[in-house]
């Protein structure tokens, strides 16, 4: 569990965090196997036998004063009693205790009755391909579903379905593949006319992959694109016989999930299913109207990016409460260069805790390597989790892709969580008071993550288990807790030298995104400058820069908008004109589309910090030979390029990575870099430790098309895309920030 706060230091009372104009809260990677240091838990059982705080429930930790029959709570101050199974265990040398001897702990828990019944509980994979589509998109499709075959381990059930104006099932139990085709009602209320289990038991579904793996590929080879002439002569005739389309992805998402949700908690704990859809759902239930989009282009005068951005129909979050009833959590591959409208369908994934991927073209599509690595790492599922803070505060807002519990505030459910996922809270004082100034007891947060782990045959020590359960898979429920004791600040300064620019960007993002998802992207872009605006200013003031005298005539020349004075404030500025020159907050009429201002809102929204800063401000180094690197850092400036003299440059923007060479660079340097030199060993680094596959591209400038690459070189654009490259982009923005900042000082 990573943790990062905006500041590690804590503004004193609410007077100072105003007056600091920063954003006060902190990151959490609940399922990261390391804190932010690289530092694992202390592991341990028998989590239900560590003492809480009958005040506040906050668990026992590493702060707590402890007596022989007693421990006082350093959330709450409360003195609790001991349980004596506890005072026993605490008379033992404390390192062997993990709660004794680390402050991150996580333990074993016992599994609740009806968790116990299904201790061995198999992992369950369903994939959902579109038929209405076209021939490339199944074959990328069907290399993702071959690599994930290779992923999936021995012991998992594997189900294939496809969606048209039917719903069709594969059993590939027997010696050759059958499908079984359910039609698609073509309104958008009606039901199916059968329901999936009496087309075919779930069990014949859903089939072993260690012995059916051959013939689910070669049921794979077997789909083809529905033609025209099947879907005018099945159901798909609409009035006067117009054809109405044909992908009932809403009807038969529906359906499956009803399917899978017979034997959730008997066959499964989590089901996951894999949505490959090539366009918008246009027939049967949760069809979309994408006119929407064309309209939006033609008029003018609405905001577009206000228009596009809020769901048109509640039906697919509807849709995604029956998966989570259903123990379900999809994971969405649109692969489409259409609009789809993903702002509808985007709930499905993120409310499921799945991911959703957006892919413009089947010619450099990273499907099948994001799938592979998708089931490839661990993951944890059914996770609730839960922020204490000690009395002088409490959490203010929660951002992410979880969902509140309907009865406990600051309490979060988590369908499937990865080792990257993030979660951001923001803080707010309980009271006036504050942090008293003299008190001795620091600011403490306390997090505590439950989770379920599939754990596979192969990770567990067989000679612990009866010879019945060997070889199959168990569930195991944890409890993994961090207690971070923070300082508080004792004047402005403190603050502004304990920040970490990074979370704050990731606490800007989320805000920015909420606000544009509300009132569109022009008040997104607009909070953020005006955020830069107040932070200038208070900064200014707190370090008395400004001098006021003679009316002020001269003040915009004497802010100092760069921070001089203070280098953990240095890289705001960029980092904001970076966001506002980012497609998450560029303007439609700037051709940003609206489902990938969806897909980078779902990714953004999910990072860790560092990741983001890469996503937002990419990081750019260069080399002098593909063996020899130059600098490690420079500014996204064209000048900054040239000044450098460097031949070869290595961009990374999370989700694409360039190498570039000048054409000055030396014709005998080679190109692409070799396998085995050192700035492909960097690219394969950064690919390793990423959450998705990033695109990898070469170019050469002067031979190829290097506009992607330049696009990346912000700092000489327009900060809102008015006018391109005027070479006083990050300047002028600065100019103009320093205006409004005088004009707000005054
Ligand atoms: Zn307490």
């Not at 062997?96 to 009806?114: A, H, K, R, T, Y």
């Not at 290779?150 to 496809?162: H, I, R």
């Not at 953020?528 to 208070?538: K, N, P, R, S």
Request: proline share 7%; glycine share 6%; net charge negative.
């Amino acid at each position: 569990m990573a943790v990062r706060a905006t500041v590690s230091r804590f503004p004193i009372d609410s007077d100072a965090l105003e007056a600091s104009g920063l954003p006060w809260g902190l990151t959490v990677t609940p399922f990261a196997s390391k804190d932010e240091t690289g530092i694992g838990p202390a592991y341990g059982s028998n989590g239900h036998t560590l003492p809480r705080c009958e005040n506040c429930y906050a668990y026992f930790n590493t702060y707590c004063e402890l007596d022989q029959w007693a421990w006082t709570c350093s959330l709450c101050g409360t003195l609790n009693g001991l349980p004596s199974d506890a005072i026993a265990r605490y008379s033992y040398p404390h390192d062997s205790i993990p709660e004794m001897s680390s402050s991150f702990v996580d333990l074993e828990l016992p599994l609740d009755g009806s968790e116990e019944e299904m201790t061995q509980a198999r992992p369950v994979y369903l994939a959902a391909i579109d038929l209405s589509s076209s021939e490339e998109f199944l074959e990328l499709t069907k290399s993702a579903l071959l690599a994930a075959l290779e992923a999936l381990s021995p012991g998992s059930l594997f189900g294939l379905a496809t969606f048209s104006h039917k719903i069709g099932l594969y059993n590939v139990q027997g010696p050759i593949p059958v499908v079984k085709n359910v039609f698609i009602p073509p309104d958008a209320e009606s039901k199916l006319p059968l329901e999936l289990e009496d087309a075919m038991p779930l069990l014949q579904f859903l089939a072993p992959v260690e012995t059916c793996k051959d013939r689910i590929a070669a049921a794979l080879e077997t789909l083809r694109p529905i033609t025209s002439w099947e879907r005018s002569s099945g159901a798909a005739q609409g009035i006067d016989g117009v054809l109405m389309g044909g992908r009932g992805f809403g009807t038969a998402m529906e359906a499956l999930f009803n399917y899978l949700g017979s034997e959730f908690g008997n066959t499964f704990a989590l089901a996951r299913v894999f949505a490959f859809i090539s366009g918008p759902p246009d027939y049967g239930r949760g069809q979309l109207d994408t006119s929407r989009y064309g309209e939006q282009y033609a008029s003018k005068r609405v905001d577009a990016d206000r228009a596009l951005l809020p769901e048109q129909t509640p039906f697919y979050k509807d849709l995604a409460t029956i998966a989570v009833q259903s123990g379900v959590c999809v994971d969405l591959f649109a692969v489409t260069n259409e609009y789809t409208d993903l702002a509808s369908l985007k709930f499905l994934s993120i409310e499921s805790g799945g991911s959703l991927f957006l892919y413009s073209s089947t010619d450099d599509s990273t499907l099948p390597q994001d799938m592979f690595r998708m089931l490839n790492r661990p993951y944890a599922f059914n996770c609730v989790l839960r922020l204490r803070t000690s009395t002088e505060f409490k959490p203010l807002h929660s951002y992410g892709h979880f969902f509140p519990d309907p009865q406990y505030e600051n309490l979060q459910h988590i369908i499937c969580c990865d080792s990257y996922a993030t979660y951001a809270y923001d803080f707010d004082f309980a009271n006036n008071t504050g942090f008293s100034r003299h008190s001795r007891e620091p600011p403490v947060v306390q997090i505590a993550f439950q989770y379920t782990v599939v754990v596979p045959p192969e990770g567990l020590q067989n000679s612990e288990l009866p010879s019945s359960n060997r070889g199959k898979h168990l569930l195991q429920r944890r409890l993994r807790i961090r207690t971070m004791q923070f300082e508080t600040a004792q004047n402005i300064n403190e603050i502004y030298d304990s920040v970490d620019p990074e979370v704050v960007l990731s606490l800007l993002v989320h805000k920015v995104i909420l606000v544009s998802l509300e009132d569109g992207v022009r008040e997104g872009r607009a909070l953020l400058h005006d955020w830069l605006v107040i932070l200038t200013a208070q900064y200014n003031d707190a370090y008395n820069l400004v001098q006021y005298k003679n009316g002020n005539k001269s003040m915009s020349s004497q802010i100092d908008i760069t921070f001089s004075q203070c280098p953990q404030l240095e890289p705001l500025p960029r980092l904001v004109f970076a966001l506002l020159r980012n497609p998450l907050l560029r303007f439609h009429e700037e051709g940003v589309h609206p489902d990938y201002r969806i897909y980078l809102q779902c990714l953004f929204s999910v990072l860790e910090p560092s990741s983001l800063h890469c996503g937002i401000y990419p990081s750019l180094t260069s080399y002098s030979t593909p063996d020899k690197q130059a600098y490690p850092r420079h500014s996204l400036s064209r000048a900054a390029l040239i000044t450098s003299g460097s031949p070869i440059f290595f961009l990374d923007a999370y989700t694409t990575l360039i190498v570039f060479y000048t054409s000055t660079a030396d014709p005998s340097l080679p190109f692409p870099p070799p396998q085995d030199c050192l700035l492909r060993k960097n690219i394969n680094m950064v690919k390793q430790g990423r959450s998705i596959t990033p695109k990898l591209m070469f170019i050469r400038e002067g031979k190829d098309d290097a506009t992607a690459f330049e696009n990346y070189l912000i700092e000489e654009q327009d900060v809102d895309g008015s006018g391109f490259a005027s070479a006083r982009g990050f300047v002028s923005f600065l100019d103009d920030v320093s205006q409004s900042v005088a004009e707000y000082m005054k």
